[in-house]
């Protein structure tokens, strides 16, 4: 069974930064696509950042710009550079990956097949 274990969130200002991390327990360098979603209270689960097989990035439009997403296959771990944090940007942040092949859908998606337990953000004003 793979794990993800997300680690790096916190409680900070707004303006400041944070960078999340995930350790993934097989290799990162197969997957079709690792990403970031958050969910706040009372808000649906919304993808945040995706990375492809390829390296190839995308970042939903409220976090362009402040959110970069990478990934170090030697260490087989997921990464999220977040600056310019806002109070909106609160919430439970999870890490998902997915190996093999799924056809029709864009990185990152909702029915990734592994997700870590999460990791709180803070941002106060």
């Known amino acids: 069974q793979v794990q993800l274990v997300e680690s790096g969130g916190g409680s900070v200002q707004a303006g400041g930064s944070l960078r999340l991390s995930c350790r993934a327990s097989r290799d990162t360098y197969s997957t079709q696509c690792m990403g970031w979603f958050r969910q706040a209270p009372g808000k649906e689960r919304e993808g945040v950042a995706g990375i492809d097989r390829d390296g190839s990035t995308s970042y939903a439009d409220s976090v362009k710009g402040r959110f970069t997403i990478s990934k170090d296959n030697a260490k087989n771990t997921l990464y999220l550079q977040m600056n310019s944090l806002k109070p909106e940007d609160t919430a439970q942040y999870y890490c998902?990956?997915?190996?093999?092949?799924?056809?029709?859908?864009?990185?990152?998606?909702?029915?990734?097949?592994?997700w870590g337990k999460g990791t709180l953000v803070t941002i106060s004003s």
């Open positions: 998902a990956a997915a190996w093999g092949i799924t056809y029709g859908v864009t990185c990152p998606w909702n029915g990734m097949d592994y």
